[in-house]
């Protein structure tokens, strides 16, 4: 099998880089989605049902925004308000993967692109990591970086200088090959038809 994670760092150890990205990442400004190849209302039902399934101690609603892509209308688009936790930006990509068979689709993306006075930072893009298999953590890139974020503990752990190029989230191996393309979110007005959904969430 290839591996992926040719010269690892020691756990919880990151690279010693001048380069590397602080964490908590700052997306501010940033426009932020989750994306899915499933049909619109079954992203939206998940959408909802994801309010019931976190504990929140301060909760804020977030209206999302939902639309089928004309360039592949099998994918649906799940445009955030704004940048929520990492946890949920993560967790709630995930769970668009749904709880049982016939729900959610296979191949679910999370993508936040940079606005003009950022471009040069690029967009965080973030896809499970299909050989995990308690399916709890999701591989990511941003600014030249790749992690791995394991949901449930919240942890993030830095692997290494591009070990992931972009191409890795879009025309992975296997069955999570995706053929998605970030240009189809370049121009949102031509996207018609958008359902909101608002939930409650942590904020």
């Known amino acids: 099998m290839f591996n992926l994670f040719q010269k690892k760092p020691a756990a919880n150890q990151p690279p010693a880089s001048h380069k590397q990205p ?8 940033y426009t932020c989605f989750s994306l899915i190849n499933c049909p619109l209302e079954q992203a939206v039902q998940l959408l909802k049902e994801y309010e019931g399934l976190c504990a929140i101690e301060h909760p804020e609603k977030f209206t999302f925004s939902a639309a089928a ?3 592949a209308p099998q994918w649906t688009a799940v445009r955030w308000p704004r940048p929520g936790r990492f946890y ?4 709630l990509t995930m769970w668009l993967m749904g709880y049982r068979a016939g729900l959610g689709g296979e191949n679910p993306i ?7 006075k950022r471009a040069v930072e690029g967009p965080l893009l973030a896809r499970p990591d299909y050989d995990n298999q308690f399916g709890d953590s999701m591989l990511g890139y941003w600014q030249g970086w790749s992690f791995s974020y394991t949901i449930p503990g919240e942890t ?5 200088e591009d070990v992931f190029p972009q191409e ?5 191996r296997g069955y999570s090959s995706t053929g998605f393309q970030l240009v189809w979110l370049e121009r949102l007005e031509r996207i018609p038809g958008w359902t909101e959904c608002s939930i409650e969430m942590e904020r």
Request: aromatic share 22%.
């Open 22 to 29: 602080n964490y908590p990442f700052d997306l501010n400004g």
């Open 69 to 71: 892509l004309p360039d």
């Open 168 to 172: 890795y989230f879009f025309n992975g």
């Open 88 to 91: 949920d930006l993560m967790n």
């Open 156 to 160: 993030l752990r830095w692997i290494g």
């Open 110 to 116: 999370f993508a936040a692109l940079p606005p003009a």
